[in-house]
């Protein structure tokens, strides 16, 4: 499910539905448009943060294509300040914020980057991103409850980057994660 009904479909476009033995058309008929509106409300919450960081990854390709790879992610993470300044992105860099379970503080954690209040920026400068690293930009994603990380690479020949989504948030109800 990807909206919370009872329905099969995804949010990729095509709707595949699952007829629920309905009689009354009028009641079928306002099932499909709250279900096309939830699709549709779940895209423009995804557009906003799309045109937000495909301008934050526009900054990382300025700063990688002047710098190229090769230097610590504090190097990086001071350009990347820069360009997002020039760009007139709203940030706050190495935040720290606090990890908790089950409501217990159990230690902090600094944010490289967290742009207009809703969008966590990790970098990070390896040869090669990988699974690890996908994980703990969720896992912190989850721990602050945001809707939508950047895992930007500066260490690999190209600029490499990840869009990671924290599937609990509420913004992300109708995502589905390619397989």
């Known amino acids: ?32 448009l709250n ?19 495909h301008k934050i990854i526009g900054c990382a ?13 504090k190097i990086y993470q001071r350009a990347l300040a820069i360009e997002m300044e020039k760009q007139g992105l709203g940030f706050t860099r190495e935040q720290e914020m606090t990890i908790s379970y089950e409501g217990i503080d159990i230690g902090t954690r600094r944010v490289d980057f967290f742009v207009e209040t809703n969008i966590m920026v990790e970098i990070k400068a390896v040869s090669e991103l990988n699974d690890a690293h996908l994980a703990q ?35 992300n109800k109708g995502y589905v994660k390619n397989p």
Request: charged letters at 20%.
């Open 1 to 32: 499910m990807c909206c919370g009904c009872s329905w099969t479909c995804d949010v990729g476009g095509e709707i595949r539905l699952v007829m629920l033995g309905l009689k009354d058309d009028r009641i079928f008929e306002t099932l499909i």
């Open 137 to 171: 930009a969720i896992n912190y994603l989850e721990a602050y409850n945001l809707p939508i990380g950047l895992l930007i690479n500066f260490g690999s020949k190209s600029l490499t980057f990840k869009r990671a989504y924290n599937t609990k948030h509420p913004n």
């Open 61 to 73: 390709m300025k700063v990688h294509s002047t710098l190229g790879s090769g230097f610590q992610e």
């Open 35 to 53: 279900h096309i509106i939830q699709l549709v409300l779940v895209r423009i919450k995804n557009m906003q943060h799309e045109d937000l960081t």
